[in-house]
């Protein structure tokens, strides 16, 4: 319980996002050193200097990760830490991940395949169809992706109970903490989605509503699925706020063609003149782009490497369970410092062990 209190208090921190929180544990090894770091020390660390290490005050802040830990108890929540095994493989990956995740209900999120299906609050007639028809097409040709979305109005609203209609699991990411509920007309739909799925956010739960806080919830939308999926959108709005995260975290994006001139498909007849995403018209074209039907898994090879050292060994045996695993995280898992893991990381490359990935990712070379 006290590790857990540490990892809410490094989330709690003012002024230190997740990319400087990562940093400090790298450099110094787990949440709870760098409360007992000292300043000194802290301010060395690369990206942080004195202004930032001022900011880490332990009596302050641990007081206010007490509260938090103590309405996660109450309430039954679950916590992901960025490194947990149990957190969205796909979310790490980014520099700007969550330190934590506040989970109510039940979910594995590395287990399946995911999607995120969002659009417009104001949806229409032909919006509301091709988001029920997608769903229950996946379904129906034999797929159970989690659906994600945000619990808004229209698609969101769509997304979630059209998962639910079909069995399927779904997920909502929220904009506000679990001690509240946003809209307040969809309280209902949130209990059904915790009996097939979960809610999550990165918001303890004081945090105030506010509309900067779901631009930054549509970043996890984009980032934990394998797709984003627009249904309906206008020429502005916060599913092309999605649409362009999942651009840059290189995440596929998937649309409906609107009708030139139609005010509520402007935004997905932009993204595809841009060529920031596909045109679908129905699950097929999604199963066909997304090669579903294609996809076998494959065991892990429990390849012997011979000429390994001792550190060496440490993580091709992790990366031999995970198969892929942040550098964070190998650094977490094997007790080695953040400097000793990229050394003997670029060691194994150079043997031709391991391969780097995207967002400081690593895996075994098969």
């Known amino acids: 319980m006290e590790e857990l209190l540490y990892k809410i208090a490094i989330s709690l921190l003012p002024g230190v996002g997740p990319i400087k929180a990562r940093s400090l544990i790298s450099y110094v090894g787990s949440p709870e050193q760098v409360f007992k770091e000292k300043q000194s020390t802290l301010q060395k660390i690369p990206g942080i200097g004195q202004f930032i290490a001022s900011k880490i005050k332990p009596d302050e802040v641990l007081k206010k990760a007490e509260e938090e830990l103590q309405f996660i108890n109450d309430n039954k929540i679950k916590t992901l830490f960025y490194l947990d095994k149990e957190y969205p493989k796909k979310l790490v990956q980014n520099d700007d991940a969550p330190l934590l995740l506040y989970m109510l209900g ?66 909502a990411v929220l904009g506000h903490g679990l001690s509240t509920m946003y809209p307040a007309a969809h309280r209902e739909l949130a209990k059904k989605i915790t009996k097939n799925g ?39 709005g916060g599913s092309l706020i999605t649409a362009e995260y999942a651009v840059q975290y290189a995440r596929d994006v ?25 045109l679908i018209e129905n699950a097929n074209d999604l199963i066909y782009n997304l090669r579903w039907e294609k996809s076998k898994h494959k065991p892990v090879q429990n390849t012997i490497f011979t000429e390994l050292t001792n550190d060496e060994q440490k993580i091709v045996d992790l990366l031999q369970i995970e198969q892929t695993v942040n550098v964070d995280v190998i650094a977490y898992d094997t007790k080695l410092p953040i400097n000793m893991v990229l050394a003997t990381l670029f060691n194994l490359e150079f043997k031709g062990v391991v391969k780097s990935l995207p967002g400081r990712m690593y895996s075994l070379i098969k």
């Open 106 to 171: 039940e979910m594995n999120f590395n287990s399946k395949k995911i999607i995120s299906i969002v659009g417009t609050r104001s949806m229409s007639h032909y919006g509301n169809d091709n988001c029920n028809n997608l769903v229950q097409g996946l379904k129906s040709q034999g797929f159970d992706p989690v659906i994600v979305s945000g619990l808004a109005y229209g698609v969101d609203y769509c997304a979630h109970t059209s998962a639910l209609k079909n069995g399927l699991q779904t997920v």
């Open 198 to 236: 979960a809610l999550i956010t990165e918001f303890p739960f004081k945090a105030k509503i506010d509309p900067s806080n779901f631009v930054k919830r549509n970043r996890i939308v984009a980032a934990m699925s394998e797709a984003v999926i627009v249904v309906e959108s206008a020429a502005k």
């Open 254 to 278: 998937y649309t409906f063609p609107g009708r030139v001139g139609d005010k509520s498909s402007e935004g997905c007849n932009f993204l595809i003149k841009t060529n920031r995403a596909a």
